[in-house]
């Protein structure tokens, strides 16, 4: 498929252009600012584009090292031509440190062509102390400004970052590496002829930046957040060190037999490992001075395993130092990391005290459990509020009783024993108890008996008996109350703690309750401390568990999973030699992803030398004169981006059966697994046109084909249509897969988009339209009779201007026009809920105008509802609405009726488009003083003026009192 580079390469030649700009996703120039004096900023880059400083910019000290100061008033850096152009790159990405004045509208820097115009290049601007880029090609400009983002602080340092992604679709804004705002972007950079500038606009000087710039860069891919991170720390493309520790650096709980592993440099041949628990030492030694802490040199891969088993409790500290190859052998320190060793036992939380002899009010045993009366240094207050205390029973002896989540393998038990400050008088601490212990709370048994020291009476008091629980096996420990300190007949307690050893699987992966899982997942857990052998049980009833396999790593692969399936499992840990021999583990689940994607077309790109585009993977007729497809337009962006079902992009599918005899574009699949995960259903969604004419839309699988059942006009229609093919019945071979092809047959030609080509075991219901019929119906415009309301309800509109009404709808010209709507309920009248629905017929494209047609309450109220055609995108502003408009994002065609609804619940707010949802929000609270009707029809009446007016046509106005249930709207939508 090479017409799309034919028709790019005649194009370039017939103008006499040249190929410019790098193809790689290269760092195009770095100004660190780091001179500190003279009058030239070096690009570090290496691709020379140094920069002269103008105006009186001063060198000062940065958030990275040097900075530029800039007065707003003359300063910038004028710089070399910079060769981006995104239409071959795909992305491009601007950052920078800056410290700004709070306030201003300021040119970050910027290279573009004309002011306000298409011819070429970008601006990244400071705007209402928000981000903004200002993005023009050779034809085209386009505007993306933040408006309702995070504000940028003033006098702070911060990172910012403008990232056009590399399908050249989406415009991302970050602030100090978060992304926070997002806006589809249809322009591509191109090249320009103006030089540079940093700190002030291009082509004309002025709204220069007031404030400091560190470390600028300018790539021409969009970088990923991870390299953002390191873009914010200074890191250099091709870092030169080792980086990402694991164990993360500051990491804790780490296990004992732990495996060092790291990312190396870009240009390491070996690496050197340092291992020690002095800081000190493993930040000073070398190779010629190893201080004992050089554990491996000249290692070839990334991974260590400590000689020895590393102590319970011990911080480690470690370094890895990139080694480069002959002849320079160039050795770049690494960074010193941290982490800390697993303890030997872990303390108990949510212990449950309880007694068999009441206590005073605030002194139950609850407070010998909850922390109450300790310091973070773990100091017992002598407040009695914060003890235990509890007369004799007078019949059974006293005692304390603790409850665990689960049997545990004990430790140890840390006792403060009653502290108040007359203690050493009153007595009222335990002395003599027995310990006993229970695994069901039924049947106990005696540890032994124990002497537990006198609190100290002070407010400095830390825990003074330590109990060795011998690692028993229990739920329950009870202290049996044999005497006190004193002769008082009252006896309590401050503290007790319980340490339990770690015997049971942790930590698993998949994370309990973990949904959309890989169905090659394989599971992982933290193995318990005494365990010899793992028994995995798995299953889908989590009654019904049974062992698949017994392994000695704390991993198991159990093979392809099923779609869409909830599985629940649980590693018992087997010792034969400890007692118990088995300690069974806790039961947990993952869901698996419900789908397998067969193309989501996200991935292509406009790189035709690459040959990743759309029309590479599908192939169509474009040579074949028996075949009438075409996939792809034939000029950049090739796939679709604005008319999607998810993601970013879908498959424009011409086909023209007026010549040929078929249109079919197919798809190598390189012989799929079809039966793998329980494969039962193919999904693909498909959207037409109302310009299409005739034509049957099929699929083949492996050359069988299979047609759509569905309604024979369905390729006129404007929606995205679920097709769901039982591939069982298909009769292909189902374990080799090789190709898949969608068409067209029968006479006719026209564009239909395909999107998300899916793999079900369970495929999601298709939703059926239902009528919503006269139910709360308030308002019905039909246009059959002017303007009058046919709901019966007597709502009559009246034309305004030069509205008209014939042949069954309304017609408007766009100036002054527009039919108003009385106000529903009554002039005073407010809602909770309502819908709005009508069908739309632009006679002009609105992708320019910012606001136009629908629905409009006149002025802007409280309450007002203001439904709208924005940028040709669906649009509902409401006041009183949190979060701003609700924005579609599909395009509203020309001279094509489109149907548009906007329901309002008192828990949701939706916006449809050809009865699907484009924009949709929960409310926290319901909307009570809503405007329904009192509005304009067609335009906004401001006060007696008509404006933002839409040329074109209307028909079917509905106004509900309820919100529509989304198949209702597809109902209305289906129906005209």
Known sequence: MVRHAVCFISLVA?????????????????????????????????????????????????????????????????????????????????????????????????????ANAAGGGFTCSIYNDRMEMDISSATARNLNRDTDGPTIPGDTWIHLAWVLDDEGNTFNEYHNGVLVDSSPETVSVGLSTQNFRIGADSPNLGLYFSGMIDDLRVYDHALSEAELIDVMAGKAPGFERADDPRPASGAIDVPRDTVLSWTAGDFAATHDVYLGTAFDDVDAAGRSNPLGVLVSQGRTDTTYAPAEVLQFGQTYYWRVDEVNAAPDNTIFKGDVWSFTVEPLAYPIEGVVATSNVPSGVGTGPENTVNGSGLNADDEHSISAGDMWLAPESGGDPLWIQFEFDAVRKLHQMFVWNYNVQFEPVLGFGLRDVTVEYSTDGVEWAVLGDVELARATATATYTYNTTID?????????RLVVNSGWGVMGQYGLSEVRFTYLPVLAREPQPAPGAVDMSVETVLDWRGGREAVSHEVLLGTDPEALAVVDVVTASQYDPGVLDLGTTYYWRIDEVNENASPSVWAGDVWSFSTQDYLVVDDFESYTNNIDAGTTIFHTWIDGFDDATNGSQVGYLDA????????????????????????????????????????????????????????????????????????????????????????????????????????????????????????????????EILAPADPGTDGLMLQYLFDNGATDSSGNGYHGTLLGDAAVANGVLSLDGLGDAVAVP?????????????????????????????????NTDGWVAGAVHFKLSYGLVNAGINGLDGGDLQGVTMVNAGEWSHMALTVAETRVAIYLNGQIEDARDLSAPMTNLVVGGASLGAWNNGGDLQRGMAGQMDDVRVYDRALSEAEVLFLADHR
């Open 469 to 477: 629980l011998d690692g028993i096996a229990a739920k329950y420990v």
């Open 637 to 764: 962006p090739f796939a679709e981006q604005a008319i999607v079902r998810g993601g970013n992009q879908s498959m424009p599918l011409y086909f023209d059966n007026t010549s040929a005899p078929t249109s079919v574009a197919d798809l190598d699949l390189g012989g799929q697994d079809w039966t793998r995960a329980g494969i039962q259903t193919l999904v693909l969604y498909f959207r037409g046109r109302p310009s299409n004419t005739g034509g049957q839309l099929y699929a083949r699988i492996n050359g069988t084909k299979v047609l759509y059942s569905g309604a024979a006009d369905v390729l006129t229609k404007p929606q995205w249509k679920q097709w769901n093919i039982d591939v069982a019945s298909v009769g292909a071979n189902l374990r080799n897969v090789t190709t898949l092809s969608i068409g067209v047959d029968g006479g006719g030609s026209g564009l239909v988009y395909v999107d998300d080509i899916l793999l079900y075991r369970a495929a999601p």
């Open 823 to 855: 106000r529903i309920g009554g002039a005073a009248a407010t809602h909770r809920a309502f819908s709005y629905g009508m069908w739309v017929n632009p006679a002009s494209s609105l992708a320019n105008v910012q606001f136009a047609g629908g629905i």
């Open 14 to 114: 017939a103008l006499g252009l040249a190929a410019a700009g790098p193809a790689g996703a290269e760092l195009v120039a770095w100004w660190t600012f780091n001179e500190g004096a003279g009058t030239t900023a070096a690009d570090v880059s290496g691709n020379g584009h140094d920069g002269a400083l103008n105006g009186d910019a001063t060198w000062v000290v940065g958030h990275l090292g040097g900075a530029l100061q800039f007065d707003g008033s003359g300063d910038y850096v004028m710089c070399g031509l910079l060769d981006i152009d995104t239409s071959v790159t795909g992305g491009m990405t601007v950052t920078a440190w800056i410290n700004k004045p709070a306030g201003g509208d300021y040119k970050m820097c910027s290279n573009r062509q004309a």
